[in-house]
């Protein structure tokens, strides 16, 4: 029996953000823009489009200035940039239309000092020293709310397993940081580069986190998919929320995606924007979104990377029903390619045998 109700749900598409990071260079503004036009039309209306940070070490990000300058604004859609030090927001508020600020000031803690010291050249003691900072300028801002934060909450390739109770008091010390300071928090983002979410602790985690920090209403879940199981993670969060609340999704057509320093490559992946779009319409939770429309983005974006992807979507189709149901007369399919008569038709197939039919029995 599915739940009654479910939390208010955003998606946020990172395909040309992590999902391009880790992919070779070579993928031109050009066709950046095409892939940012085919979602907008597919409807989503939240995505990352790319980062200010340095090329020498990130060079896919090199051309995010090009990329935004040549963005037009979009009634209804969000485009948003990582920035990861002062110099980079500095640098992304010149071109803000087209992107939006994220509204809440933050603070966010690395839990695995392998990954910072990879990721950012920094120890976990750097970023504690740093926390006054946002703070204090949040309160001279006059800014009412916040958010809080971990990355690798869940564990580490380096490191390993992080426990739910690390997790949670290092969200307390960020919780009544900002709550000494006279500002109620209000998000949570919990970040999962090494993907090491699974189902049971996520699950787990909310339950607390909702428990012992009620102020917080926007849970911002950003999961890496190399164990498979971002997926299921997501499915407990909007079981463990309630229609109060907002689940933030992160994830990236075809499932592409990855942090370089992490340790998994293109291996390491994303949820599949057109698989989570699927999950919520089993759901009956409308988001907006058209899953043939994302399907042709992903054929696309295979295309312009020269490789397959990772949604299962965009293998097989949606469920389907009513006209799209197959035809009982189809032959045998074998290949990845002959699965597409869902979006292509018979030609796929066409010359594939059919044992079942037997020939009549005049017939030699």
């Not at 950046?32 to 989503?44: H, T």
């Not at 087209?98 to 803690?109: F, K, N, R, V, Y």
Request: hydrophobic content about 40%.
């Amino acid at each position: 029996m599915l739940k009654k109700s479910y939390p208010k749900i955003q998606i946020t598409d990172e395909t040309l953000r992590d999902g391009l990071q880790i992919e070779r260079e070579g993928v031109t503004v050009d066709e950046k823009l095409e892939l940012l036009n085919l979602m907008v039309a597919a409807g989503i209306n939240r995505m990352v489009v790319g980062a200010f940070v340095n090329p020498k070490w990130s060079p896919q990000m090199a051309d995010t200035l090009d990329l935004v300058a040549r963005i037009k604004p979009v009634q209804g859609v969000k485009f948003f940039a990582l920035a990861l030090n002062e110099r980079g927001r500095e640098e992304r508020k010149q071109y803000s239309p087209p992107l939006s600020i994220e509204p809440l000031p933050a603070t966010h803690l690395h839990m695995c000092s392998e990954f910072i010291k990879r990721n950012t050249n920094k120890t976990l003691d750097d970023q504690e020293r740093l926390w006054d900072a946002p703070i204090e300028k949040a309160k001279a801002n006059g800014a009412k709310e916040a958010a809080i934060g971990l990355s690798a909450g869940w564990g580490s390739n380096w490191t390993g397993v992080v426990s739910h109770e690390d997790r949670i008091a290092a969200l307390a010390l960020q919780y009544q940081a900002w709550t000494d300071a006279g500002i109620v928090v209000k998000r949570i983002d919990m970040a999962d580069p090494m993907a090491w979410n699974t189902p049971i602790a996520v699950r787990e985690d909310i339950a607390e986190i909702k428990k012992r920090f009620p102020t917080i209403e926007h849970f911002h879940l950003h999961l890496h998919n190399a164990r498979g199981l971002a997926l299921l993670s997501i499915y407990e969060a909007l079981n463990a929320l309630s229609e109060s609340d907002t689940l933030i999704i992160d994830c990236a057509i075809g499932g592409i995606g990855g942090c370089p320093y992490c340790g998994n490559g293109q291996a390491t992946g994303m949820i599949p924007t057109e698989d989570l779009v699927h999950l919520l319409q089993t759901l009956n939770i409308d988001c907006g979104i058209h899953l043939e429309k994302l399907i042709a983005t992903s054929v696309r974006l295979s295309e312009i990377l020269k490789r397959p992807l990772h949604s299962q979507v965009t293998f097989n189709g949606g469920l389907p029903s009513g006209d799209q149901l197959y035809d009982v007369d189809m032959p045998v399919v074998y290949t990845f390619a002959e699965a597409q008569h869902f979006r292509l038709g018979p030609k796929v197939y066409e010359g594939n045998a059919r044992p079942w039919i037997r020939k009549p029995s005049n017939e030699v």
